[in-house]
């Protein structure tokens, strides 16, 4: 089975489990600049690990920049940022879109 590499571009159709992430902007001031890997999801919040604390951060409301592997980048790693409102949505069905496009 070929890997999808995830990029900023087709990051809102794939799982977003064990990506390292940081909330850019919030609602909440309390969160603003939160990060760490997301440990688990649903359709409206993640769940993000940081400090050995899990914190449930809502996607509305909130900017998100993830931290992504590219073979393309000099340091192997690039960043994407993404409105949490383009991620409202059950995982399962976000990956189900993309296997939709890519027909």
Request: with cysteine.
């Amino acid at each position: 089975m070929t890997e999808i590499e995830i990029t900023p571009d087709n990051l809102p159709f794939h799982e977003c489990i064990g990506l390292s992430v940081t909330v850019k902007s919030s609602c909440d001031p309390t969160i603003t600049g939160l990060s760490g890997i997301i440990v688990d999801e649903s359709r409206n919040t993640f769940q993000i690990e940081t400090n050995g604390k899990i914190r449930t951060i809502p996607k509305t409301g909130s900017v998100f920049s993830f931290s992504l592997v590219s073979e393309k980048s000099e340091n192997g790693r690039i960043s994407a940022q993404i409105n949490g409102k383009y991620m409202l949505s059950q995982p399962q069905n976000r990956i189900k879109n993309l296997k939709k496009s890519r027909k």
